[in-house]
């Protein structure tokens, strides 16, 4: 495994949460990391993106302004903190790197070489 995400759980409505994403192997030499989400019966979708050397970031629309992602470069490990979560959040997300190839950060799903497994945040009202 080279992307272990984790961090999920319930939550009510206006609360928060903070995702993380740890890499090993190959996976480390990515340019760009982000996080993906799939809600029930939707197709997966771009949330967030950071760029491993500089950190500049990219955020979906839905999320701009409430999440925040990050990255310990030493610990080799990203992080999404979800604030005023809503329902429509909720979601399977999953943390993913692209390799060495793009200069970052990238939004398209196709660009990820690597994947993660997926936390489920559940939101309720």
């Known amino acids: 495994v080279q992307l272990q995400a984790s961090g999920g759980g319930l939550v009510l409505a206006g609360e928060s949460l903070r995702l993380s994403c740890v890499t090993s192997?190959?996976?480390?030499?990515?340019?760009?990391w982000g996080w993906f989400r799939q809600a029930p019966g939707k197709e997966r979708e771009f949330v967030a993106a950071?760029?491993?050397?500089?950190?500049?970031?990219r955020y979906a629309d839905s999320v701009t302004g409430r999440f925040i992602i990050s990255r310990d470069a030493a610990k080799n490990t990203m992080f999404l903190q979800m604030n005023r979560l809503q329902p429509d959040d909720t979601a399977l997300y999953y943390c993913a790197a692209t390799g060495p190839a793009y200069n970052g950060p990238n939004y398209r799903e196709l660009e990820y070489r690597y994947w993660g497994q997926g936390t489920l945040v559940t939101v309720s009202s």
């Open positions: 192997g190959r996976a480390f030499a990515s340019n760009s």
């Open positions: 950071i760029r491993w050397r500089d950190a500049v970031t």
